[in-house]
């Protein structure tokens, strides 16, 4: 059974910083990407960013790109976010998901196994 775990969110005052991890477990990830998606109250689930856990190649939203980074531990197996001067707009609840490496796009219907989420609140 596959489980992704979030950790890491948290109440941090505007350009601030946090890290969020994903502890992945139940598959072996090689050939998979790793996605972290955001959703803020009465709002859609939206694409922040992927990794290719074989590649370590990563994809940014527009909106994070230059402030969030994601990376990976393969002996961990865990995903990290980490995000820089964050902005209360970024106040969301943060989800990491899996998805063939081959079919991951920003569209939250190409993944299939999701984590519960840990809420991001920026104050301004």
């Known amino acids: 059974q596959v489980q992704l775990v979030e950790s890491g969110g948290g109440l941090v005052q505007a350009g601030g910083s946090l890290r969020l991890s994903c502890a992945a477990s139940g598959r072996t990830f090689r050939n998979y990407a790793m996605g972290w998606f955001r959703q803020a109250p009465g709002q859609e689930r939206e694409f922040v960013g992927l990794i290719n856990w074989n590649s370590g190649k990563t994809v940014y939203a527009e909106s994070v790109k230059g402030r969030f980074t994601i990376s990976r531990d393969n002996a961990k197996n865990t995903v990290y976010l980490q995000m820089n001067s964050l902005k209360p707009e970024d106040t969301a609840v943060y989800y990491c998901?899996?998805?063939?490496?081959?079919?991951?796009?920003?569209?939250?219907?190409?993944?299939?196994?999701w984590g519960q989420g840990t809420q991001v609140t920026v104050s301004s």
């Open positions: 998901a899996t998805a063939n490496a081959y079919s991951a796009t920003m569209t939250p219907s190409s993944y299939d196994y």
